[in-house]
Antibody, heavy 118, light 111 residues
């Protein structure tokens, strides 16, 4: 069965960096586009980034463009989110998700909490 | 402020039907048949219920259905059950700065 497991969350000071990982299993990782979506606790969902299945293209939300980088390592079945210049407003649960079609997220991980605070 | 507009709450009694709306613009909902709906129970990850406006992933009951007219998409839950009580989010593929936009969510209460 498809499984996505995020890791790497934690408490980090404003301006610092953090890298999230998402390990996939139960499917052919290189065949799928992958997303990061975040959710401030108690609030709604916000799309963060997408990487195409072949890794040739990335898209970012305006709120993170220039600060976050999405990447994937198909040999390790792992998706990454490098987050630099973190701000308090980046505090959220970060989910990775597998693409089904044009913006639909078929499978989700359990999420990892990132807290940006001094 | 979310890109797509949903009512903050909806409710219905067991067995009844309820419809949740999701209003966007001609740059997202109105321009693409790529509207999705997600169900989220407290403390859990979202679950895809509807994609491409009307399609249901495997395992989603046919009590859940989707539709779209112009810039507004809708999710209808028929034959409400207690386990349908959750938050529901719509999303759409979009033109512009953000490739995917979400609604602010609707809390569905089964009375």
């Amino acid at each position: 069965q498809v499984q996505l497991v995020e890791s790497g969350g934690g408490v980090v000071q404003p301006g610092r960096s953090l890298r999230l990982s998402c390990a996939g299993s139960g499917f052919t990782f290189r065949n799928y586009g992958m997303y990061w979506v975040r959710q401030v606790p108690g609030k709604g969902l916000e799309w963060v980034a997408l990487i195409w299945h072949d890794g040739t293209k990335e898209n970012y939300a305006e709120s993170v463009k220039g600060r976050f980088t999405i990447s994937k390592d198909d040999s390790k079945n792992t998706l990454y989110l490098q987050m630099d210049s973190l701000r308090a407003e980046d505090t959220a649960v970060y989910y990775c998700a597998r693409d089904l079609s044009y913006g639909s997220h078929e499978f989700w991980g359990q999420g990892t909490l990132v807290t940006v605070s001094s | 402020q979310s890109a797509l507009t949903q009512p903050p709450s909806a409710s219905g009694s067991p067995g009844q039907s309820v419809t949740i709306s999701c209003t966007g613009t001609s740059s997202d909902v109105g321009d693409y048949n790529y509207v999705s709906w997600y169900q989220q129970h407290p403390g859990k990850a979202p679950k895809l219920m509807i994609y491409e406006v009307t399609k249901r992933p495997s395992g989603v009951p046919d009590r859940f259905s989707g539709s779209k007219s112009a810039n507004t998409a809708s999710l209808t839950v028929s034959g409400l059950q207690a386990e349908d009580e959750a938050d529901y989010y719509c999303s759409s593929y979009a033109v512009g700065n953000n490739l995917v936009v979400f609604g602010g969510g609707t809390k569905l209460t089964v009375l």
